[in-house]
C-alpha cells in the first residue's frame, strides 16, 4: 500500500491561492490514480480532482474546474493541488487519495490509500 503525506494547506483570504502537496512512498504509481477530496465540517467527503500518474489525464468536480489544477512530479513522487481564486466554499480538510487500479473514479470508496489531510480555510 502506498503511503500519502499532504502539506500546504492554511488560511488564506478570499481570492487568494494555496499549493497542496502530496508526497508518495512505499509503491511504484506508474498505474495509479491519484485525486485529491475535501471534506467540510458535517458534509461528506467529495472529490475534487484526480490524475491519471502515467498519461497525465486530469479530471475535476464542476465546482473547482478553472480555478483548481492537478499535477505531478515523477521525479518527486509528488502530487500537487494548485488553488486559485479561493472561495469560502472552499474551506475543509483535503485529503490525498490513490487508487492503484488507475481508473477513472470520483467516489471515495474507489480509493485505496488515503493521507492525513490538511486544512484549507478560506475567509470572507
Known amino acids: 500500500q502506498v503511503q500519502l503525506v499532504e502539506s500546504g494547506g492554511g488560511l488564506v483570504q478570499a481570492g487568494g491561492s494555496l499549493r497542496l502537496s502530496c508526497a508518495a512512498s512505499?509503491?511504484?504509481?506508474?498505474?495509479?490514480?491519484m485525486g485529491w477530496f475535501r471534506q467540510a465540517p458535517g458534509k461528506e467527503r467529495e472529490f475534487v480532482a484526480a490524475i491519471g500518474w502515467g498519461g497525465g489525464t486530469t479530471y475535476y468536480a464542476d465546482s473547482v474546474k478553472g480555478r483548481f489544477t492537478i499535477s505531478r512530479d515523477s521525479a518527486k513522487n509528488t502530487v500537487y493541488l494548485q488553488m486559485n481564486r479561493l472561495k469560502p466554499e472552499d474551506t475543509a480538510v483535503y485529503y490525498c487519495?490513490?487508487?492503484?487500479?488507475?481508473?477513472?473514479?470520483?467516489?471515495?470508496?474507489?480509493?485505496?490509500?488515503w493521507g492525513q489531510g490538511t486544512q484549507v480555510t478560506v475567509s470572507s
Open positions: 487519495a490513490a487508487d492503484a487500479l488507475g481508473r477513472q473514479r470520483k467516489r471515495p470508496a474507489d480509493f485505496g490509500s
Open positions: 512505499g509503491r511504484t504509481l506508474s498505474t495509479y490514480t
